[in-house]
């Protein structure tokens, strides 16, 4: 019998862990640390997520497998609660992901996945913690072909700090835990679900279709972006915590060179879902030289009358820049164990573009990554980024 301790159930990615781990009839028993005042409080925030991927009665049956213990990871080493002690495996997905929250996000992804570890070395039959970080801990310098030893890396240039902070992590875990049986995953960029498109989250979808909207791109067409379902990358984490003998304890989760998208693709596949003249030209620009370009457009295609259309833009802007680096993560160690490829963006950007709503709606799904920025009207715009990080 095995238990699996789950942080970050109340995500996208959690959420689309459980939707399909749940719906087997596996002898696993799904332990789930969810911030909550109750463990009914807890069951209906994951039973929320779990809506987005199924019908609200699923979602209630489904919810009713898994096992909540209330609870913060960033404290799980003060937590004493005996359900923990006896998981087998580990999958620690939460974390703060707001790109400019400084050193709240390093405090949590960081000291808080430290707790979680110290609290794992109490697990007597732990046999696998899988912990999730990010590509984009190869900051922008990267070689365009990233391979996942060549990180974390001292000399990286972060963009933001939330990718510092999981570099920060790894490079602990690695320090300060060998006894613990640690498996990093890497995902890269995680847009949509293969087959229920939109529902589960707009994440980054709206950058997508922002892009499309105001027809323009810091980078040449012929440049690649690497991403990845939100379906493809569950299962590939229930696959690499399960798996008993792996071969190397670090993998990317990513499209790598077969799979990854091209922009002129996914242009393509815009005109192909709304077709407009055949061509759907678009302007390119640069992000620092052209700024108040972007803004002009930004305001002629959204409006910036609000704060949280001036989130929107500096957001969209700070997409771009991840948009821009033209990076790729090697997906061969994933392959060699087995795992199947994902989908590639441009298979089913029609699925997701069927099912998504207005774009400033979608942009929900992310707007709490950019809260940190005070909406105050002075602030500029157009203020370089690395001022943020
Ligand atoms: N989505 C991507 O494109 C992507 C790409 C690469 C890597 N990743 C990594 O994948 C993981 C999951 O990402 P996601 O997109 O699913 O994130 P998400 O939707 O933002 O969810 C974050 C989760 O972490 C939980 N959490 C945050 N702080 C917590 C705390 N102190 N105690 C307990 N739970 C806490 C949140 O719980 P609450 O509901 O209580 O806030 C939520 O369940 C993250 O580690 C992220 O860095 C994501």
Known sequence: MQRILLTGATGLIGGAVLHQALGRDEDVTWVCLVRCTSVEQGRQRVAARLARFTDP????????????????????????DPRLDACTHVLHLAADTSWWGGERVFRTNHDGTLALARRAQAMAGLQRFLHVGTAMICGAAAPSLVEETAYPAADAEHIVGYTESKAATETSLAALFPDLPIVIARPSIVVGHSTLGAAPSSSILWVLRAADALRMLPCDPESCVDIVPADWVAETLIGL????????????????????TRWADVIAAFEKAAPSDGVRAFQRFDLDRDRSALRKRFTEVFGLGDASMRAMLRATRAYYAFCALDLTFANDRLLAEGFDRASSLASYLPVCLANSGAITEQFADDIEMFASIPPCPALPTDMPLAAFA
């Open 57 to 80: 009665f699923t979602a209630q049956r489904l919810v009713r497998k898994i096992e909540i213990v209330p609870g913060d990871f960033t404290r799980a080493d003060l937590d004493m």
């Open 241 to 260: 915590l399960k798996k008993p003998d792996l071969k190397h304890d670090l993998y990317h989760l990513s499209s790598g060179t077969a799979g990854r």
